[in-house]
């Protein structure tokens, strides 16, 4: 399959059902504005912020108990000051879709066959938890942070937690003891949910060991409530102090009419997520009320095209900024599909049976899936019959020309294979589907409404048909309002803002054409994408430190062609100590233990040296452009090299490519 090789145009109906195309009418109706094409309506959405996200406030009609008094009290960036003096909550938007004999979510994992979740019971658990959380104590601006699954307690407990101006941030029971506390001690929490353990590939993970240490580990801790997922039979709790999950609902239920949602000003703190951790621990980024409540309107009707009742699947855990994205879908009246546990489990094609069970409309995979799927001979439209299926969502690294293609071979012809790019740091795309835009092979149609998304030179020059790094020129209201314990904004304004003042820099090599095509080939920085998921090669250091036999070490990940993707490790060994088979298991049972399986590399390597800068930092960038191919030279300033025969390994086991192929 070519680049650019037309993969799919929309029919007519299509493009008359689409939310944009309504956007468009309502846009030439209410405000007499009219827009040949997606192009003129996109850069009339990037060229007057205020009359875009205002026409954006009315169409989606936000609800707030108090009135801005503009849209942008300031425009700079960073510091965009959005929609001052409105009062919301994002979790009364959610919940206002409530209603009697609707589902508001479908959800199955390895322990529970598929089930439907009513509106109604949504809404009276989270009111009755909210409720019981203000009795517990927690206040706005208190943090409440959770250890658990990709299932409905977990959003039950986020939307209680937001409802009531408190602010959620949440791991994965799968990150270790020490990736949980690296992100959740930062928030110095007054309340912990978690579960017991997960099953994941057929197999039990008991944590409850893990979770005695993250409980007594985090000192600000007030309240444990304790889910037993794992064992629902065993209530024991893993500490004396902890509540189960069954005694918050012992009060009768709490009705919409009793319930009031605490409102707050448009950037209250809604969420913590956090950044890979590429350098120090990872980066706590906030995001408010108001700028989630409006991106997540805006990405999911019209760059996801989800209507009321359609059923959407993206399979990812709660640790992944999609988690944040697919619990705000019920914002559209779009019934989210939660799954916890392995994508391949019991059969590979496992999660396109649930999605025919569960009549998904909007199907979400990665190119790695896609690849693994290809690997296990699966053709989808041979077993089921996918009769909803309108939509496939690609995310989580560059999609190749095949694995666009893939789809409509495997699945269907008729199909939307939306490809997208954004970010944690937004919590949205930058980039992504259009449904009124042919689809072709490797491109991603076009930047998302509201996105000024640019390819700069190192001049920072904005560049067409020519690789960059991508940039946003504007503001958005998603934007972090801040890093968590961050004085003076100081690694805020590293990460984003230092390479070109005052313009976003993301991290991720782009391109874009003269049609607004775009292309994201991969991160720019030293972070490693791996199944999707991004992670901070800082982890890594931090937990290599511990084994004694390592004395330096340094991780990259190399994307290939196909969608692949190889992270080798090299390690600097202590005098005398040699890379066998015993230390080889040490470190990866050691990282697996620490953080994750996505954390262990795919080979170890021991390096006579690790190249560092003269002020100390590891190379991992220069040695990755090595590892893809770009001459040493241009790659890596020699004179800029602490220990410049450190490189020389690389470039020569480059030049052998034993375990790649570029």
């Known amino acids: 399959m070519q680049p650019g090789e037309l993969l799919w145009t929309p029919s007519a109906e299509r493009i008359r059902h689409a939310n944009v195309t309504a956007f468009a009418a309502w846009l030439a109706r209410e405000r007499g504005r009219r827009f040949a094409d997606y192009g003129a309506l996109w850069r009339w959405s990037v060229g007057d912020l205020e009359g875009f996200w205002q026409a954006l406030w009315d169409y989606f009609r936000i609800e707030s108990s108090a009135p801005h008094t503009r849209v942008l009290g300031r425009r700079s960036m960073p510091g965009a000051e ?28 390895e322990t529970r066959k598929l089930s439907a979740l009513p509106w109604e019971v949504l809404g009276n658990q989270v009111r009755t938890l909210a409720t019981e959380l203000r009795a517990l104590g927690i206040e706005p601006g208190d943090r409440v942070v959770a250890w658990m699954p990709n299932i409905p307690e977990t959003m039950i407990a986020m939307l209680a937690t937001t409802a009531i101006g408190a602010i959620w941030a949440g791991c994965s029971p799968d990150f270790g003891e020490r ?105 706590a980024i906030v995001h408010g009320h108001g700028g989630i409540l409006l991106e997540n309107l805006k990405n999911a009707t019209f760059h996801f095209d989800l209507h009321p009742d359609d059923r959407l699947f993206f399979y990812t855990t709660s640790g992944w900024m999609l988690w944040n994205f697919i619990t705000s879908t019920p914002l559209t009246g779009a019934v989210p599909v939660l799954y916890d546990g392995h994508p391949a489990y019991p059969t590979p094609d496992a999660l396109w049976k649930m999605a025919d069970e569960a009549g998904v409309a909007s199907f979400g995979a990665s190119p790695t899936y896609v690849d693994q799927l290809r690997r296990s001979g699966i053709v989808p439209r041979e077993r089921y019959e996918l009769r909803a299926l309108r939509t496939i969502n690609l995310a ?3 999609a190749t020309p095949d694995s666009m293609a893939w789809f409509y071979r495997n699945v269907r012809q008729d199909l939307w294979v939306a490809n997208g790019s954004g970010g944690t740091d937004c919590c949205t795309g930058f980039v992504g589907g259009v449904p009124t835009l042919p689809v072709r092979a490797g491109e991603i ?116 062609p196909g969608g692949g993707f190889f992270m080798p490790l090299f390690v600097k060994l202590a005098p005398g100590v040699e890379l066998d088979a015993r230390l080889e298991a040490k470190i990866r049972d050691t990282l697996r233990c620490e953080y994750t399986p996505r954390h262990v590399p795919d080979r170890i390597y021991q390096a006579p040296g690790i190249p560092h800068t003269l002020t100390g930092k590891k190379m991992e960038v220069p040695v990755r452009r090595i590892l893809m191919g770009v001459p040493a030279e241009k790659a890596a300033n020699r004179s800029g090299v602490a220990d410049a025969a450190a490189l020389d390994f690389f470039i020569a086991y480059a030049a052998r490519q034993q375990d790649y192929r570029l």
């Not at 590939?201 to 600000?220: N, P, Q, V, W, Y």
């Open 82 to 109: 959005w929609f001052p003096g409105a009062r919301l909550n994002y979790a009364q938007h959610v919940l206002r879709g409530e209603r009697a004999g609707g589902d508001v979510l479908l959800h199955a994992s």
């Open 179 to 283: 990736g949980t506390l690296d992100r959740l001690a930062q928030l110095s929490p007054k309340l912990l949910f978690s579960v017991d353990g997960y099953r994941y590939g057929g197999k039990a993970f008991d944590r409850r060991s893990e979770l005695r240490h993250i409980a007594t580990s985090l000192t600000t801790l007030e309240h444990l409530v304790y889910l037993p997922y794992l064992d629902p039979a065993d209530s024991t709790p893993p500490l004396p102090s902890a509540r189960h999950w069954r005694t918050c609902f012992e009060r009768p239920a709490v009705s919409a009419a009793q319930f009031e949602y605490t409102q707050v000003p448009f950037d209250h703190p809604l969420w913590t997520l956090f950044s890979s951790g590429t350098t120090g621990l990872p980066k």
């Open 396 to 398: 989580g690294s560059p």
């Open 445 to 560: 149609q076009a930047p998302q409404l509201g996105v000024s998304a640019k390819a700069f030179n190192a001049r920072g020059e904005s560049v067409i048909d020519e690789v960059g790094e991508l940039v946003l020129t504007e503001p958005m209201p998603s934007m972090p309002l801040r890093f968590w314990n961050d004085p003076g904004d100081r690694r805020y304004l590293e990460t984003y803002f230092q390479e070109f003042p005052g313009v976003w820099r993301h991290g991720d090599f782009f391109k874009i054409d003269a049609q607004g095509r775009c292309y994201v080939l991969g991160r720019s920085d030293a972070t490693l994408n791996r199944y999707g998921i991004r992670i901070g090669t800082a982890e890594i250091y931090r937990t290599l430190a511990l084994i004694p036999e390592v004395q330096d070490s340094l991780i990259v990940n190399l994307d290939l």
